[in-house]
């Protein structure tokens, strides 16, 4: 899969970011790392194969997005998960992303911003949808437009409303934060209470 990419550098991006992932998953489940296999839901989510044969992490969920030079990875027990990071960038496409993806009080909340804080806006959004949906392991053309969070830098990250899951909101937790200059990412967990701990590895390629 590391050959399908065009450039060297991004293939060798995807081997360390998923080995990395094979190795915390390995910490997890006291399995060896080389032998994790996975299994995709019909639109993409990744989970593990064959738990009967961990000594633990029968019940483990985990989540990867990339981005630039970096990769978040989520790992948890017993709760839906979803992770997304971004480069914070302009882009091109913006509105028809807008148009395509976001609800009609996400667009009318965007362009209340001042126009110096719209692309914070934008990726807050985008990022937080993507995670939701990630965590829901449904697809983005359909999910997206009929998600809906708040976005407005400075407030606070919350699921506001989902078409398929009316009054459930409550039962999620968003956060949203800065893993390194110039980007932005986002965390989805179907839970009330929940504790994080971040990890930084480092690489050199």
């Known amino acids: 899969r590391a050959q399908a990419f065009q450039s060297p550098g991004k293939g ?30 019909p639109h993409g ?22 981005a630039g030079d970096f990769a978040l990875i989520g790992v948890t027990r017993g ?6 990071i971004e480069l914070i960038r302009t882009v ?9 993806f976001f609800s009609p009080n996400e667009k009318m909340e965007l362009l209340a911003l001042p126009p110096e804080h719209r692309l914070h806006g934008f990726f807050n959004c985008w990022t937080r949808k993507k995670a939701f949906v990630r ?5 983005f053309t359909d999910a997206m437009p009929r998600t809906e969070v708040t976005l407005t830098p400075g407030s606070p990250p ?33 839970s009330t209470r929940t504790n994080l701990s971040f990890r930084d590895f480092s690489f050199d390629l």
């Open 12 to 41: 060798n991006q995807f081997v360390l970011y998923r080995g990395a992932l094979r190795i915390l998953l390995s910490r997890y489940t006291r399995y060896w790392a080389g032998r994790i296999r996975y299994l995709y839901g």
């Open 79 to 84: 709760q839906e998960l979803g992770v997304d």
């Open 158 to 190: 919350r699921l506001k409303r989902h078409a398929l899951l009316p009054g459930d909101e409550s039962r999620w937790m968003m956060f949203s934060f800065e893993p390194a200059p110039g980007y932005t990412a986002a965390i989805a967990i179907k």
């Open 92 to 100: 091109a496409d913006a509105n028809d992303q807008v148009a395509r």
């Open 45 to 66: 989510k990744p989970s593990l194969s064959h738990p009967r044969f961990f000594a633990s992490g029968t019940d483990l969920e985990f989540s990867v997005s990339n």
């Open 135 to 139: 965590a829901l392991g449904e697809g």
